[in-house]
């Protein structure tokens, strides 16, 4: 059996990729340092999947503390999720982000080196293309100069496993997320955001309980339909799903370069307000909802061509922005 290493491993998407892994067989190591998600997912999880992995509670920034883990531990192929990830934040606190998000790569990357260990899988994101001249987004098209500090640290991640990959000689893959949403059927486990929310679901989905008084729809003047931005929302159980078929490729060898990087994402956009009609539609409740200005550094839309990964990586979603609302409706209903 496999062993595969799970760093934010109790992060939202980490959580749902670590049950997705143990319903394929194999056998998981979480490590979290728990600076935004909570001890209870591992119960969580444990009870979803019947087995309760392996769990370190661990800052990826200590060396020593990671150096201590590749020692103690036999590690097949790494899955690496840690990371800050608020796209605001990041603009008041970059070099935070960019000791976080960097060093912790950077550390596992030379324990890659000096154990000679294989298959790296990177969360990256679709926020490396910012604006990107053609819709849908293929993975040919250009990355553009940062947004943020947080977008700067996944393209400079990505670069920093090419080039150790070339250098050092093992293989990777970086998947480019764009919008995961949604909850575990089990409705176990799901987004915990801390505060206010800032990304649109739980947003939306806090508002409709009552938590929040009212969603603002950051600006209906874009060029578009309806004139909200356009994203594409993928299913964070499909989104998980492409992890492991990510890691097969690299398990089996059937990657084409040491190291690759694919879409994630449905193919589909949709606008703020088609995101708002779909909920009111599963969740039978009008959502009060305000149009305001414009958010800084929001672009118009993105969405995924995922032709490279249907073929290459033979995964696509299945999962439908009503599904992915409606999980993270019920989701939301089963919090305290
Ligand atoms: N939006 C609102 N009101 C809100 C929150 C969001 O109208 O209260 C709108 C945004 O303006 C945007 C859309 O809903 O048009 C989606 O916003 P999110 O914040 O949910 O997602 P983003 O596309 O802005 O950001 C996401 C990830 C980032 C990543 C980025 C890449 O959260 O980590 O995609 O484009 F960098």
């Known amino acids: 059996m496999n062993n595969i290493l799970v760093t934010g491993g109790l992060g939202f998407i980490g959580s749902h990729t670590v ?3 143990h319903n394929v067989g194999f056998n ?9 998600s909570r001890i209870e997912v591992l119960d969580n ?5 019947g087995k309760k992995p ?87 098209a250009p990355i553009k100069v940062a947004e943020s500090p947080y977008g700067n640290t996944k393209q400079i991640g ?47 989905t806090q508002t409709a309980v009552g938590i929040r008084k009212e969603l603002s729809i950051f600006g209906d003047d874009y060029p578009t339909e309806d004139g ?11 989104l998980a799903k492409a992890h492991i078929a990510a890691l097969k490729r690299l398990l089996n060898k059937k990657n084409k370069t040491n190291f690759e ?9 949709s606008s703020v307000l088609d995101v708002v009609k779909s909920f009111e539609k599963v969740s039978s409740k009008k959502l009060n909802y305000k149009i305001v200005g414009r958010r ?10 995922t032709t490279l990964a249907k073929k290459e990586l033979n995964w696509q979603s299945e999962k439908t922005l009503d599904d992915a609302l409606e999980s993270a409706w019920k989701w939301q209903q089963n919090q305290s």
Do not use: M, W
């Not at 392996?54 to 020593?64: E, V, Y």
């Not at 920093?160 to 480019?176: D, G, K, M, T, V």
């Not at 550094?297 to 995924?304: C, F, R």
């Open 45 to 49: 999880i444990t009870q979803i999947t």
């Open 296 to 305: 800084n550094g929001d672009i118009t839309a993105a969405y995924a061509d």
């Open 158 to 204: 990505e670069e920093i496993i090419r080039e150790s990959c070339a250098a050092y000689n093992f293989n990777a893959i970086a998947l480019r997320y764009f919008n995961p949403i949604g909850a575990h059927e089990s409705i176990k486990i799901g987004e915990l955001p801390l505060g206010v929310p800032q990304n649109l679901i739980p947003f939306v």
């Open 228 to 238: 909200t931005a356009i994203r594409d929302y993928i299913h964070v159980v499909d």
């Open 54 to 140: 392996d769990f370190h509670q661990l800052d990826l920034k200590n060396k020593s503390d990671v150096k201590k883990l590749f020692e103690t531990t036999k590690i097949d192929g790494i899955i690496h999720f840690a990371a800050f990830k608020a796209v605001g934040e990041s603009v008041e606190k970059p070099l935070d982000y960019y000791e976080n998000n960097i060093s912790s790569l950077v550390y596992i990357l030379q324990e890659i080196r000096d154990r000679n260990i294989d298959n790296f899988i990177f969360s990256s994101s679709c926020t490396v293309y910012g604006q990107a001249d053609e819709l849908p987004i293929t993975e040919k």
């Open 261 to 269: 990087f694919f879409n994630v994402g449905t193919g589909k956009g």
């Open 28 to 36: 998981v190591i979480i490590v979290d340092d728990l600076s935004n």
């Open 19 to 21: 049950v997705e892994l």
